[in-house]
C-alpha cells in the first residue's frame, strides 16, 4: 500500500519511554502509514527496545547511527529515510490520543504545505494536566500567503514543540536545512524561512500529549532561550521587527528579570555570565548580570515562588519548573503548599 504518512522519531537515550511512545502510535497504524526511527548513537537500551519493536511490527523502520549527530540532523535523515507523502516529526516519549493519525490522514488530503497539531500538556507521569490545549483554537484554521505574519505571530512560539509539525516531505526537502543544525529548531529554520511556507493547516482537536519536564535540553536551557531560540526568530527576514518581539525579544539575556527567573531555575552560574557576557555591554548591567550570579539560587527560587503565589493566574508550567529543579527548597514547597499552588 501507498503510505501517505511518516511519523518520524529522532531519539537518544530514551529506552525508558519511547515504547509507550510507539504503543501509542502502533495501537492505531495503518497500511498507509509507517514508522521511522532515528538513533543517534544512544548509550542506553534504547537498541533493544527498538529490536522487539522492529521484528514484531513491519511498519517500524530503525536506524541506529554510528555518532551523534545531534537532533536537527537526525530529524533531517529521518525525513530522508521516510517514503510518505508527509511527515509527522514526532517526539520519543510524548503521547498520540486514540485516533490521532486518523484525524491527521483526513487533513492531509488538502495539499498543504504545513500541518500544526494541537495538544494536551500533563506532567511527567502524566497524571496532572497543567493545559488542556496548547493552541487556543477550537476550530480548525487554515492559513494562505496572505496570512503569513498573522500564522507566525499566533504559530511561532508554539512550534518550538517539534511534535506538533506534519509537513509535506518534498516541501521540507526543497528548503534549507543543513543551515539549521545545531539551532535544536530546524523544523522552525525549515517552516519560516525566506520565502515562508504558504499553505498550512491547524488542526484545532488536541491530538497529543505532552509529557512536560522530560526534555532532554534543560542542562542547556539558558543557552537556548536566552540565544539559541532568539537568534533564530529574529533570523527571519520576512517578518517585521514588531511580529518577532511578540514572540521573543532580541536580546532577552540583557534582561535583569530574565536573569533572575533563570538564577532562580539554577541555570544561570558564573559560568554562563563568563560565556557570554562580554566588555561590550555595558558597565552596569554587566555589574548587575555578575551580582546575580552571588545570589544563593535557593533564596532566587523562593522569591520567584512567591511571586508566583501572589499572581492571579500563575503559569502551572513555570511553578512546576521552579519547583522540580536543583535550586527548590523545602522552604519554596511549604510556600507554594500553603499558598495551594501545588496540583496533586
Given at each position: 500500500m501507498?503510505?501517505?504518512?511518516?511519523?518520524?522519531?529522532?531519539?537518544?537515550?530514551?529506552?525508558?519511554?519511547?515504547?509507550?511512545?510507539?504503543?501509542?502510535?502502533?495501537?492505531?497504524?495503518?497500511?498507509?502509514?509507517?514508522?521511522?526511527?532515528?538513533?543517534?548513537?544512544?548509550?542506553?537500551?534504547?537498541?533493544?527496545?527498538m529490536a522487539e519493536y522492529v521484528a514484531r511490527y513491519p511498519q517500524v523502520k530503525y536506524f541506529r547511527e554510528q555518532k551523534n549527530s545531534g537532533v536537527d540532523a537526525d530529524f533531517d535523515k529521518a525525513v530522508g529515510y521516510a517514503t510518505g507523502r508527509y511527515c509527522w516529526l514526532m517526539t520519543d516519549d510524548d503521547l498520540l490520543r486514540p485516533d490521532a493519525i486518523t484525524t491527521v490522514l483526513a487533513a492531509t488530503g488538502a495539499d498543504d504545505d504545513l500541518i500544526i497539531v494541537n495538544s494536551t500538556i500533563r506532567n511527567l507521569d502524566l497524571s496532572v494536566e497543567f493545559e488542556s490545549q496548547r493552541l487556543p483554537h477550537n476550530t480548525n484554521k487554515a492559513f494562505k500567503n496572505i496570512d503569513r505574519e498573522s500564522l507566525f505571530l499566533e504559530t511561532a512560539a508554539y512550534l518550538s514543540f517539534i511534535g506538533c509539525v506534519v509537513i509535506r516531505r518534498e516541501f521540507w526537502?526543497?528548503?534549507?536545512?543543513?543551515?539549521?543544525?545545531?539551532?535544536?529548531?530546524?523544523?522552525?529554520?525549515?517552516?519560516?524561512?525566506?520565502?515562508?511556507?504558504?499553505?498550512?493547516?491547524?488542526?484545532?482537536?488536541?491530538?497529543?500529549?505532552?509529557?512536560?519536564?522530560?526534555a532532554?535540553?534543560?542542562?542547556?536551557?539558558?543557552?537556548?532561550?536566552?540565544?539559541?531560540?532568539?537568534?533564530?526568530?529574529?533570523?527571519?527576514?520576512?517578518?517585521?521587527?514588531?511580529?518577532?518581539?511578540?514572540?521573543?525579544?532580541?536580546?532577552?539575556?540583557?534582561?535583569?528579570?530574565?536573569?533572575?527567573?533563570?538564577?532562580?531555575?539554577?541555570?544561570?552560574?558564573?559560568?554562563?555570565?563568563?560565556?557570554?557576557?562580554?566588555?561590550?555591554?555595558?558597565?552596569?548591567?554587566?555589574?548587575?548580570?555578575?551580582?546575580?550570579?552571588?545570589?544563593?539560587?535557593?533564596v532566587a527560587n523562593f522569591v520567584m515562588v512567591f511571586y508566583f503565589s501572589i499572581s492571579k493566574n500563575p503559569?502551572?508550567?513555570?511553578?512546576?519548573?521552579?519547583?522540580?529543579?536543583?535550586?527548590?527548597?523545602?522552604?519554596?514547597?511549604?510556600?507554594?503548599?500553603?499558598?495551594?499552588?501545588?496540583?496533586?
Open positions: 501507498h503510505i501517505k504518512l511518516s511519523i518520524c522519531i529522532a531519539t537518544l537515550n530514551r529506552g525508558a519511554f519511547i515504547g509507550e511512545t510507539l504503543d501509542s502510535l502502533l495501537d492505531q497504524i495503518t497500511g498507509a502509514v509507517e514508522i521511522v526511527v532515528v538513533d543517534g548513537a544512544s548509550s542506553d537500551n534504547t537498541p533493544e527496545v526537502l526543497s528548503r534549507k536545512r543543513v543551515d539549521y543544525y545545531g539551532s535544536l529548531f530546524i523544523h522552525v529554520g525549515v517552516i519560516f524561512q525566506s520565502p515562508p511556507v504558504s499553505n498550512v493547516r491547524i488542526i484545532a482537536e488536541p491530538l497529543i500529549v505532552i509529557r512536560y519536564g522530560n532532554m535540553w534543560t542542562p542547556r536551557s539558558f543557552e537556548i532561550w536566552m540565544f539559541l531560540w532568539p537568534k533564530l526568530v529574529w533570523s527571519f527576514p520576512d517578518f517585521s521587527d514588531r511580529a518577532k518581539r511578540m514572540i521573543c525579544r532580541r536580546e532577552p539575556w540583557k534582561s535583569i528579570k530574565a536573569l533572575f527567573h533563570n538564577r532562580a531555575l539554577g541555570a544561570y552560574t558564573v559560568a554562563e555570565y563568563r560565556r557570554h557576557w562580554t566588555k561590550e555591554v555595558k558597565n552596569f548591567k554587566r555589574f548587575s548580570a555578575y551580582t546575580l550570579t552571588l545570589l544563593p539560587e535557593s503559569s502551572q508550567m513555570a511553578l512546576h519548573d521552579l519547583l522540580h529543579c536543583r535550586s527548590a527548597s523545602l522552604a519554596s514547597h511549604v510556600l507554594a503548599r500553603a499558598f495551594g499552588l501545588v496540583r496533586r
